[in-house]
């Protein structure tokens, strides 16, 4: 059982930068892949990022391609998702996953969720 719990997030005008975090519990974390997903309302629950355990291989959707970095301190049990040049458009709810085995993009693939964190981006 891995539990996770999101922070970093909140309200910055576009442009700006944030830094999210995802603190997972359990002994086992760097064998999980983990990956960053974000749902705005109204909308379906979106892949962001995903990292592999051991945190060389990662993989990112294409809105975000270039503007977020995701990272992970497994000494920390904790991921990040470094987020610059921020537009109105990323405004979501993003929520962390752990996934068993390899990198995956899929929403369905993962087995352990977060509750999410709001970052509101203003124009």
């Known amino acids: 059982q891995v539990q996770l719990v999101e922070s970093g997030g909140g309200l910055v005008q576009a442009g700006g930068s944030l830094r999210l975090s995802c603190a997972a519990s359990?002994?086992?974390?760097?064998?999980?892949?983990m990956g960053w997903f974000r749902q705005a309302p109204g909308k379906e629950r979106e892949f962001v990022a995903t990292?592999?355990?051991?945190?060389?291989?990662?993989y990112y959707a294409d809105s975000v391609k270039g503007r977020f970095t995701i990272s992970r301190d497994n000494a920390r049990n904790t991921m990040y998702l470094q987020m610059k040049s921020l537009k109105p458009e990323d405004t979501a709810v993003y929520h962390c996953?752990?996934?068993?085995?390899?990198?995956?993009?899929?929403?369905?693939?993962?087995?352990?969720w977060g509750q999410g964190t709001q970052v509101t981006v203003s124009s």
């Open positions: 996953a752990a996934a068993v085995g390899f990198i995956k993009t899929k929403a369905r693939a993962y087995d352990y």
């Open positions: 359990g002994r086992t974390f760097s064998t999980y892949a």
């Open positions: 990292i592999s355990g051991n945190a060389i291989a990662v």
